[in-house]
Nanobody
């Protein structure tokens, strides 16, 4: 059984920064990919960022140049540094993990990010 623990969401003013983290624990062989999706009210879920075990990254177009994803392989943790936040970034951010040998993505419970003055 595996567990994903997310942290770092909250309320921030436009132009501010937040850092999300996602830590995986439990019984698994290893991690291929980690990342985040987000879903805003009334909108479809979209990819925010992902990172592979060889540090290849992918970003959604709306966050390129503002968000940076990284990971600590020794601690099975990924980080999402979010800078220059705008109100349109307001959403529930959910961590995803692709474990080796698994046939599905694992999802965190999600954390709310609110960008508002």
């Amino acid at each position: 059984q595996v567990q994903l623990v997310e942290s770092g969401g909250g309320l921030v003013q436009p132009g501010g920064s937040l850092r999300l983290s996602c830590a995986a624990s439990g019984d698994f062989l290893g991690i291929n990919l980690m990342g985040w999706y987000r879903q805003a009210p009334g909108k479809q879920r979209e990819l925010v960022a992902s990172i592979t075990n060889s540090d290849n990254t992918d970003y959604g177009d709306s966050v390129k140049g503002r968000f940076t994803i990284s990971r600590d392989n020794a601690n099975n943790t990924a980080y999402l540094q979010m800078n220059s936040l705008i109100p349109e970034d307001t959403a529930i951010y959910s961590c995803i993990v692709d474990f080796y040998g698994s046939d599905r993505l694992y999802w965190g419970k999600g954390t709310l990010v609110t960008v508002s003055s």
